[in-house]
């Protein structure tokens, strides 16, 4: 079975710029999550996706952030434009849909906001 | 608001010896509870979860952990270190309710490093 795929794997960029990541879940998983872990700390939830809808992006900077999973399967994590303080680890996890199933995670992504 | 602690920044440990890390929690109500493991470079990997019944959860390469609700802990515990075990240790809780309820959030810990040495 495959896992949860991220890309691109590392980014460097300068502030201001835009930046976007892509995750496919695992086949089947109706339940997408996107976690920032920024260097020294657990991973913080960004935004919940059951199927295309969101369940919670109450930890979401809307003001530059976004993410929208349109076919309920792949999902795009955007921010524009960037600041030094997004520096941090982009994690996609995702899960069965119901109980309190574990979340899988892909490798995330490493951006460095210069 | 739920929260976990993870009171200890690093465990250092021998190869051969006891390992715990420990965690304590807090939620309104009952917790889900879950133990991740994280290696340089990669995403997280899901070792154990406790959701009712037993309290102590046997999960992968040998790890478990024992939940106490009176202590509001949930340690994570493997009898015999392995130099392969040094890694990023989360623990994460959540509330029961509806998966689907917007606030029923996965809550990490802050993480403690642990180092095994031969």
């Known amino acids: 079975e495959a896992g949860v795929a991220q890309s691109p794997r590392y980014k460097i960029i300068e502030k201001r710029q835009s930046v976007a990541f892509w995750c496919n879940p695992i086949s089947g998983h109706a339940t997408l999550y996107w976690y920032q872990q920024i260097l020294g700390q657990g991973p913080k939830l960004l935004i919940q996706?059951?199927?295309?809808?969101?369940?919670?992006d109450s930890q979401l900077p809307k003001d530059r952030f976004s993410a929208e999973r349109l076919k309920g399967v792949d999902s795009t994590l955007k921010i524009q434009p960037a600041k030094l303080e997004d520096s941090a680890v982009y994690l996609c996890a995702s899960s069965l849909e119901g109980l309190p199933y574990e979340q899988y995670f892909g490798p995330g992504t490493r951006l460095t906001v210069t | 608001a739920q929260s976990v602690a993870q009171p200890e920044d690093q465990v250092n440990v021998a190869e051969g010896n006891p390992l715990t890390v420990k965690c304590t929690y807090s939620?309104?109500?009952?917790?889900?509870l879950f133990w991740y493991v994280q290696y340089p470079n990669r995403g997280l990997q899901f070792l154990l979860k406790?959701?009712?019944?037993?309290?102590l959860v046997k999960g992968s390469y040998g790890f478990e952990a024992e939940f106490n609700k009176s202590q509001t802990s949930f340690h994570l515990k493997k009898p015999s270190a392995l130099v392969s075990d040094s890694a990023l240790y989360f623990c994460?809780?959540?509330?029961?309710?509806?998966?689907?309820?917007?606030?029923?959030?996965?809550?990490f810990g802050g993480g403690t490093r642990v180092l095994v040495k031969p």
């Open positions: 994460a809780v959540r509330d029961w309710g509806p998966i689907k309820a917007a606030g029923n959030k996965l809550t």
């Open positions: 939620v309104s109500g009952n917790p889900y």
């Open positions: 406790y959701i009712t019944g037993d309290n």
């Open positions: 996706f059951q199927n295309n809808g969101v369940v919670d």
